[in-house]
T-cell receptor, first 108, second 113 residues
Framework: RKEVEQDPGPFNVPEGATVAFNCTYS??????FFWYRQDCRKEPKLLMSVYSSGNEDGRFTAQLNRASQYISLLIRDSKLSDSATYLCVPRGFQKLVFGTGTRLLVSP | DVKVTQSSRYLVKRTGEKVFLECVQD?????MFWYRQDPGLGLRLIYF???????EKGDIPEGYSVSREKKERFSLILESASTNQTSMYLC????????????FGQGTRLTVV
């Protein structure tokens, strides 16, 4: 089993839609979790951190399910500018392994 | 403003050349990482270092080596570049705690011809 798994997508949604991505992880010792956003030909940048059950920041909500070992990212009222690849990374010990990312395309 | 700086944005090298990719961070971070990113494969960990002179293999270390002589600098070395090492290379650093986020350099697009 891969350390981190994500559906690569793409998820094609219209503006204003709500969309959710999941990310499963295999290391049960992971303590914290991060969602990164990566635009085409750019480096990843931090979107959200999750340390307990979840976190909310405006239109973005991240939920953690430790029992099933997955984290989710919910985006409400999608904007064209949300089009990007979303990467999840569980933070355990020193090693930092990213998922392959989920590509989101928001259309007018 | 925190910074991770990679020495080059674009590089073109010939097959068989020795290639050095440099990464410098100014955040006094303990951990530094080298990834390569290819379409459909995501970010794959090549090597990481959790302290000066310490290194650990990631998931795809073959054909690469690393050097960390100073805390702020982590170098990736391609001993003999091959065309299958054409890729985007990303350096990242984090602090020591498990809650510490990763900061990335801008990436180096390496083409081996």
């Amino acid at each position: 089993r891969k350390e981190v798994e994500q559906d690569p997508g793409p998820f094609n949604v219209p503006e204003g839609a709500t969309v959710a991505f999941n990310c499963t992880y295999s290391n049960s010792a992971s303590q914290s979790f991060f969602w990164y956003r990566q635009d085409c030909r750019k480096e990843p940048k931090l979107l959200m951190s999750v340390y307990s059950s979840g976190n909310e920041d405006g239109r973005f909500t991240a939920q953690l399910n430790r029992a099933s070992q997955y984290i989710s990212l919910l985006i409400r009222d999608s904007k064209l500018s949300d089009s990007a690849t979303y990467l999840c990374v569980p933070r355990g010990f020193q090693k930092l392994v990213f998922g392959t990312g989920t590509r989101l395309l928001v259309s007018p | 403003d925190v910074k991770v700086t990679q020495s080059s944005r674009y590089l073109v090298k010939r097959t068989g050349e020795k290639v050095f990719l440099e990464c410098v961070q100014d955040m006094d971070h303990e951990n530094m990482f080298w990834y390569r990113q290819d379409p459909g494969l995501g970010l794959r960990l090549i090597y990481f270092s959790y302290d000066v002179k310490m290194k650990e293999k990631g998931d795809i270390p073959e054909g690469y080596s690393v050097s960390r002589e100073k805390k702020e600098r982590f170098s990736l070395i391609l001993e003999s570049a091959s065309t299958n090492q054409t890729s985007m290379y990303l350096c990242a650093s984090t602090g020591g705690g498990r809650a510490s986020e990763a900061f990335f350099g801008q990436g180096t697009r390496l083409t081996v011809v």
